[in-house]
């Protein structure tokens, strides 16, 4: 999409702070952190939000779980644990309208979230 920020990080427009990268899916670190060890998880196809998963994409979503899994060992926050986030719509606070997964670590985290 072409007014999507989170398309251009993944076209390289917009700069980040590359984890990980493959033919689906793009990691890189939250601009705003919230804990020690904030990066967010994207697919490199354009979806919306959770609200527009379906039969045909949905299979992304266990291939980003598999991802997060791995970077979480390889930056140390598997072992003392994390919390995978993803905001959907208004209510859940999604501010980027391209679906991407919080993984927050490093730090003890608090819940219920407010
Ligand atoms: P949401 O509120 O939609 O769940 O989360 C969007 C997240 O994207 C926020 O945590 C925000 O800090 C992050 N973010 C917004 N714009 C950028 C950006 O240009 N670069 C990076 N690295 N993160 C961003
Ligand atoms: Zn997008």
């Given at each position: 999409m072409d007014d999507c920020i989170f398309c251009k990080i993944v076209k390289g427009e917009?700069?980040?702070?590359?984890?990980?990268?493959?033919?689906?899916?793009?990691?890189?670190?939250?601009?705003?952190?919230?804990?020690?060890?904030?990066?967010?998880?994207?697919?490199?196809?354009?979806?919306?939000?959770?609200?527009?998963?379906?039969d045909n994409n949905a299979d992304i979503v266990s291939h980003i779980f598999k991802i997060i899994n791995k970077l979480a060992v390889e930056l140390n926050i598997s072992d003392k644990g994390y919390r995978i986030v993803n905001n959907c719509g208004e209510d859940g606070g999604q501010t980027v309208k391209h679906i991407h997964f919080h993984v927050l670590g490093g730090r003890c985290l608090h819940w219920p979230p407010g």
């Open positions: 917009i700069p980040s702070k590359k984890i990980y990268e493959d033919d689906k899916v793009y990691a890189f670190y939250d601009i705003n952190p919230e804990a020690p060890v904030h990066f967010l998880v994207i697919p490199k196809d354009h979806i919306a939000s959770a609200n527009d998963l379906n």
